[in-house]
């Protein structure tokens, strides 16, 4: 029998260098043949009011070394108003946080990708290191030769939380672009859209379904081997969306983190390779 393909899956970091760093450790000890990132890499900048020697946010005094030391926990990018443009600030500390985190990552089969509150700028930094943040990708392991992911941060208008959207398309745009992705795609493929299918166990925000109804039609017409999501924080699930398994593993409302970890088994009737999904798993980290 073929041995298992295990794919681990964390999404929606916002610049949180703690669970990040939690995230590569666990994953180091699990050993899976792949580790993809969703998208939301980055965090937000924060612009202080600086007065004097004080500085402020929202009118309230505040200890910017204290703020700083919960910036990593927080994902956050500290700043003040009149000396740092908000983008410059968010441009110059995304890319040291990206750096660091392609450090941190050496030696995993790690696959990078982004979603609709990354700027333009991150794609960039990936794809002039010869990545592929958006598109199709052959990802390739010692037992694995080869699973097509093809990844796609665009949303549908909902957004679960303030901030910009860079990313942000109707639901026409997201199926044409999906569609375009798929159909140049080789099986087995693997989908990592960032907003999940609607009317699923993976969009639920304020028990409404806010998730992408074209989404669930590729998935319903393409069938790929499983479909990765994140976005609608407080949804991490699994569902099955026309025969195809589905995960959401973004963070809670209140930002509490699980790894999740998907094993495929992999058997060959006749000359067609069958790929399935047998388990899906979150893991603490």
């Known amino acids: 029998m073929a041995r298992e393909i295990r794919i681990a899956f964390i999404t929606d970091l916002h610049g949180i260098k703690t669970v990040f760093k939690k995230a590569i450790q666990k994953v180091r000890s699990i050993e899976p043949d792949f580790l993809i990132i969703g998208g ?10 600086k007065v004097g020697d004080s500085y402020y946010f929202k009118g309230e005094e505040v200890d ?12 956050f990018y500290i700043g003040v108003k009149g000396r740092d443009d908000e983008l ?6 995304g890319e040291k946080q990206l750096n660091e985190w392609l450090e941190e990552s050496k030696g995993l089969n790690c696959y990078w990708s982004v979603g609709h509150s990354d700027p333009p700028f991150v794609e960039d930094f990936f794809t002039q290191r010869g990545m592929t943040p958006q598109g199709n990708v052959i990802m390739t392991s010692n037992y694995v030769s080869g699973m097509t992911l093809v990844s796609l941060g665009l949303t549908n208008n909902f957004t679960p939380e303030d901030g910009k959207n860079y990313r942000e398309a109707p ?6 672009k999906g569609k375009e992705l798929l159909e140049k795609a080789e099986p087995p493929v693997v989908i990592n859209f960032h907003v999940p299918p609607l009317d699923t166990n993976l969009d639920k925000f304020n028990k409404r379904h806010v998730g992408s109804k074209a989404v669930r039609d590729l998935l319903r017409e393409f069938k790929p081997v499983l479909s990765l999501h994140g976005h609608v924080h407080g949804s991490a699930a699994v569902d099955v969306v026309g ?10 409302e209140d930002m509490k983190f699980k790894l999740a970890l998907i094993t495929i088994s992999r058997e060959v009737k006749g000359i067609v390779p069958i790929f399935k999904v047998n388990d899906v798993k979150f893991l603490k980290i």
């Open 64 to 75: 910017p070394t204290e703020l700083l030391g919960l910036s990593s926990e927080m994902g």
């Open 40 to 49: 939301d890499l980055l965090g937000r900048p924060l612009l202080l009011d």
């Open 88 to 93: 410059e600030l968010l441009r110059r500390e």
């Open 171 to 176: 639901d026409y745009l997201i199926y044409n």
């Open 243 to 252: 025969g195809v398994t589905a995960v959401n593993a973004s963070p809670s």
